[in-house]
C-alpha cells in the first residue's frame, strides 16, 4: 500500500514551516541536528535537509521531537502557526 502524500506530491506538511522556524531562532539545520542529539533524538543535518525539502516521510517522534526543541504544539508545526511568545 501506497504512503500518502500531500495534494502536490510532497511527503511531509512541515518543511515550509520547519524553514521558518529555523530562521525565526536564527539556527542553521546543522545546530537543529545538534540540539535534537543533545535531547535525545537520533536526527542528523541530512534528515533536516530532507524534511525542508519534504522527501523525506516524518515520524511522529520526530514531530514530537522538533515541537519539545522549538517549544512549540504539534498544530503549531504543522499548521505554521506560531504563537508570539518569542
Known amino acids: 500500500m501506497p504512503k500518502p502524500m500531500t495534494t502536490t ?13 529555523r530562521k525565526a531562532h536564527r539556527i542553521s539545520q546543522r ?6 542529539q543533545l535531547a ?3 536526527m542528523d543535518k541530512n534528515v533536516i535537509t530532507r524534511i525542508e525539502t519534504h522527501k ?7 514531530l514530537k521531537a522538533l515541537c519539545e526543541v522549538f517549544g512549540i504544539t ?5 499548521d505554521g502557526k506560531q504563537s508570539k511568545k518569542n
Open 9 to 21: 506530491g510532497q511527503k511531509n506538511l512541515i518543511g515550509d514551516n520547519l524553514i521558518e522556524l
Open 31 to 36: 545546530l537543529l541536528a545538534y540540539k535534537l
Open 74 to 78: 504539534y498544530a503549531e508545526l504543522i
Open 40 to 42: 535525545g533524538y537520533d
Open 56 to 62: 523525506r516521510y516524518v515520524t511522529d517522534i520526530e
